[in-house]
């Protein structure tokens, strides 16, 4: 397999963000949920509007994996405002979605090490994030790159109420090297 490449997302990628978006979310998740639900996410999630205000916040980036030039894969972060729950001097990893075909590649570990690089690029004290408490595979990844467990919170998919726990990692002092 080739090596993957990474590249920030614009507003002129809003259909490659929903293709890639939608087929990870759906492929991640659609065996677990309401038909209804996962359609309603989707389509409200990943929305034209949606998509544009969110690469048009300055406090928000998304990045493609790309694999032989194809996007496999995606990262969102937010830090400030933009964070799903404010955390002072944070980035949160809001996602990282694979492709399953590309699992198990490093696909996600690259797109990882782009969240962890900015934080240190932006001088911010940990990284965080929330991941659905019954997704064993992203928290044994999480768990694997040093999170723990801070809390809790709700995700509402459709109409079905969801627990993610939150997670955290402290990041060295900003002036040490990188691990």
Partial sequence: MNQTTIERATTNDIQKLQ??????????FAHVNTAENMSDYLENSFSDEQLKTELNNQ???????????????????????AQNEKIDDA???ERIYVLKAFHGKNVA???YQKAIDI????????VWL???????????????????????HSFWLGN??????????????TNELKA
């Fill in 130 to 152: 929330g991941v659905w408490e019954e997704n064993y595979r992203a928290l044994r990844f999480y768990e694997k790159n040093g999170f723990k467990a801070f809390g809790k």
């Fill in 19 to 28: 293709e890639i978006g939608r087929s990870t979310f759906f492929e991640t």
């Fill in 109 to 111: 570990q690259t797109l």
């Fill in 91 to 93: 980035l949160e990893i």
């Fill in 119 to 126: 934080a240190y690029e932006i001088k911010v004290k940990c």
């Fill in 59 to 81: 406090c928000s980036q998304f990045y493609f994996a790309r694999v032989d030039g194809n996007v496999v894969a995606y990262l969102k972060i937010n830090f400030g405002q």
């Fill in 160 to 173: 079905d109420e969801q627990t993610d726990l939150l997670m955290k990692k402290e990041l060295a002092n």
